[in-house]
């Protein structure tokens, strides 16, 4: 017996994403348009929509790297306001589930990945799935992508220790970044504004998302 992964793919949004005040219209219908299940290991397919992280780990990836769960992804890019104008850099696209998810709000989509297992295996799945609009371009996720730079949108696709200034400096005039501040249940989402040069940040919603690499804290000298 098959799978229905179009049922499925309807029971998660109804399920997992309306549920947890996902409430945009577009961001609910490209959810609803994207085959989360393209995007998983095939040996995963099955569970390509449970609420959970979905591990991705290449076979011979160094670091554990994960498809997130679809309702923090949801409400993150619902909090990023994306326009069907917006240049949009997708950080850690992984597979590029999330980058496919962006294709259908905006203008177009540079999806990084520092992975090149992964990077590869997202320009395929994108590329079947006629995601015209998006780039994936390999490079170290900390240093953001800056030949593209400015964005209106950056997505932080990854629980973070912190932002570098690299990261903040490619933002545009009123652009946003998004991401999780924090690690397990004291992971928290913020939306980081531009305004006349400043990058100031807000609490949305508590998160807990698996991390992504590169990000981490530099350990403090203690005497």
């Keep these: 017996m098959s799978t229905d992964f179009e049922q499925l793919r309807e029971k998660m949004v109804d399920g997992q994403l309306r549920t947890t005040d996902v409430t945009n219209l577009s961001v609910l219908d490209a959810f609803l348009s994207v085959p ?128 570098p200034d690299a990261i903040f400096e490619q933002m545009k005039e009123g652009g946003r970044l998004v991401t999780v501040e924090g690690h397990g249940n004291a992971g928290v989402a913020r939306l980081y504004l531009k305004q006349v040069g400043h990058v100031s940040g807000r609490w949305a919603f508590n998160a807990a998302v698996k991390p992504l690499p590169g990000f981490q804290a530099e350990p403090a000298f203690e005497f």
């Design 36 to 163: 989360r299940e393209a995007f998983v290991p095939a040996r995963l397919r099955d569970l390509a929509y449970i609420d959970e992280d979905v591990d991705i780990t290449p076979p011979d990836g160094e670091t554990r790297r994960f498809l997130m769960e679809p309702s923090p992804l949801a409400k993150l890019i619902q909090l990023a306001e994306v326009d069907a104008g917006d240049i949009v850099l997708d950080v850690g696209t992984g597979t590029g589930y999330s980058a496919a998810i962006l294709s259908q709000l905006a203008g177009s989509v540079i999806a990084l990945e520092s992975d090149a297992a992964l990077a590869a295996q997202a320009s395929e799945r994108l590329s079947e799935l006629g995601c015209d609009n998006v780039a994936v371009v390999e490079g170290a996720l900390e240093a953001g992508y800056p030949s593209e730079a400015p964005y209106d949108v950056i997505l932080v696709a990854g629980a973070v220790d912190r932002i």
